[in-house]
């Protein structure tokens, strides 16, 4: 398996979690009850495992060793991806934010959720597409089969030291619970 393999792969549980955010917003705007630990959950999810795990990934291995290959990080995808993320992060910090006065009560929150919720669905559907179909025909282009497998056994470390042994399959499971729950 290639790294870049296993970053689609990580693509699909994202893509997952946001066909859920999907319908909680809706729920939201429609002013039904969510629980409000499932929100969190879901933020959880975006913040440890597509942010500090995926996006670390990219961030502390794959672009590095793309510039490295010649790839410009500056006015090429790497560049574009970077703001993107750093733009998803603010679009979390939102949800997060009204989803703790949601929790506290406070359900003029659910719209501020639902909005951001909107916001960074439209822009991690578009920024997964680009990695797709961009990025990452570009990263195996300039990547030697021996670099993509050292970044595979990198990879293992980052999970192991940003999001702990065993919550990687805790997301897969939060899935699971949440796609019996809202996409039934």
């Known amino acids: 398996m290639k790294a870049t393999e296993q970053l689609r792969s990580e693509h699909e549980g994202i893509k997952l979690m946001l066909q859920i955010l999907e319908k909680v917003s809706r729920k939201l705007e429609s002013e039904e009850d969510v629980v409000a630990e499932h929100l969190e959950k879901i933020i959880e999810f975006f913040r440890v495992f597509a ?3 995926h996006h670390g990934k990219e961030e502390d291995l794959l672009f590095p060793a793309m510039e490295a290959a010649g790839v410009p990080r ?27 006065k949601y929790k506290a009560g406070d359900r003029k929150a659910a719209p501020v959720i639902a ?9 991690l559907t578009d920024h997964i597409e680009k ?6 025909p570009m990263a195996d282009a300039h990547l030697s089969a021996e670099k993509q497998e050292s970044m595979l056994e990198e990879f293992e470390k980052v999970e192991i030291e940003k999001i702990g042994v065993g919550k990687h399959e805790e997301f897969h499971q939060l ?9 039934k």
């Not at 899935?175 to 996409?183: E, M, T, V």
């Open 51 to 53: 942010d500090k795990c």
């Open 74 to 100: 500056e006015s090429g995808p790497i560049g574009v991806m970077l703001l993107e993320h750093d733009k998803g992060r603010g679009y979390t910090k939102g949800m997060a934010d009204a989803v703790a």
């Open 115 to 123: 909005s951001n919720a909107r916001n960074y669905i439209a822009l």
């Open 131 to 136: 990695e797709n179909s961009v990025l990452f």
């Open 175 to 183: 899935l699971d619970k949440l796609s019996a729950i809202y996409l």
